[in-house]
């Protein structure tokens, strides 16, 4: 545990990487640590239509790949290691993981954030047995058959659009009107226009039906007339928003009551030399060029503050 890097960076996703690649070509000493798969959060996503320049063969995947060869290319250490504690206080911040424990100089964290569940009767039993959370991963599974997927924002019909060309039918179901829709227009004219896609407004899903350990269909319930109904599909995907990745650092760094963490517009959170990036920060647009772009200014600002504390 001698060495001490430079920056360490929590999170493998976009902002991690983006934040990675700013920092080791500025020569610093960089480590990232992610515990899953890297990448994050965008490589649930299969069209990333609105990431400048991926017009081909450009999915979540490919382009997370991409950026992590890239920030390895400019000789960013890597490891996959579960972070269970951090001391963030003094110039020497420390990051206790499962397998060993690491030390820095700065810190950005870039945990990203985690599915919210939809909150109906047999959500968790019923989880990879037709409750899911991914439509990239599992979509394959619901090939002709009938699909519902629960929101109304960006991530609902995207991925409405996407599990189309699996499914043979999908059924958006949003707790609110037509007009409440948050998703951009373009999406919602594609789904709209999409015969395999229809709506259902005013509605939420009261239970999963458990059909032996496999969901059986919905029951939901119109909010407007009170009226049950059992709704047949074989797949439900849940896309209702996500909550931020940032238990650990509760307590000690700065953030809104939903843990969101409070940084200002150079990444700076309230502890000197800790910075936070991407859809861990509290912000109002979480997409994967805000992220990269979060991580671009906290690498930067890392940088700046090692040169200030020289
Ligand atoms: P959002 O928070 O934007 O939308 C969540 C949706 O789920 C809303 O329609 C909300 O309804 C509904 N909802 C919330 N809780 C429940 C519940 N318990 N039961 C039923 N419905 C519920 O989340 P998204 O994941 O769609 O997007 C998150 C961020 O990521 C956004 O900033 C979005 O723009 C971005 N994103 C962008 C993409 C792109 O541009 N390609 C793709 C995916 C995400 P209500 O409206 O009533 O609150």
Request: negative net charge; charged residues 25%.
């Amino acid at each position: 545990m001698s060495k001490i890097f430079d920056t360490i960076i929590i999170g493998g996703g976009p902002a991690g990487l983006s934040a990675g690649l700013y920092a080791a070509r500025s020569k610093m000493d960089t480590l990232i640590i992610e515990r899953a798969k890297f990448g994050g959060q965008a490589t649930t996503t299969d069209e990333l239509e609105n990431y400048p320049g991926s017009i081909e063969d450009c999915t979540g995947t490919t382009l997370s790949e991409r950026m992590r060869k890239q920030a390895e290319e400019f000789g960013v250490n890597f490891t996959k290691d579960t972070v269970t504690k951090v001391e963030l206080e003094g110039d020497v911040k420390t990051v206790i993981c499962n397998n060993e424990t690491y030390q820095a100089k700065t810190i950005i964290i870039a945990t990203g954030a985690t599915p919210r569940l939809g909150g109906f009767k047999n959500e968790i039993e019923l989880r990879g047995k037709g409750v899911s959370y991914c439509a990239t991963c599992d979509a394959d599974f619901f090939t002709e058959l009938d699909i519902a997927v629960i929101g109304g924002g960006d991530s609902a019909i995207t991925e409405a659009i996407y599990l189309s060309k699996f499914g043979e039918t999908v059924t958006v179901i949003y707790r609110k009107g037509k007009e409440n829709l948050r998703a951009a227009k373009s999406l919602l004219e594609k789904a709209f226009n999409n015969p395999k896609i229809n709506f259902v407004f005013d509605t939420v899903v009261e239970e999963a039906i458990d059909n032996d350990g496999i969901l059986g269909g919905l029951m939901v319930k119109n909010t407007k007339t009170g009226e049950v109904s059992k709704l047949a599909v074989d797949g439900c995907f849940v896309f209702v928003g996500y909550n931020p990745i940032s238990e650990l650092f509760r307590g000690t760094v700065n953030m809104t009551e939903r843990g969101d963490i409070i940084t200002d517009e150079n990444m700076k959170t309230n502890i000197p030399g800790v910075f936070a990036a991407g859809d861990v920060r509290e912000k109002t647009l979480r997409q994967v060029i805000t992220a990269a772009a979060d991580g671009a200014i906290a690498a930067t600002q890392a940088e700046h503050y090692i040169e200030n504390h020289k």
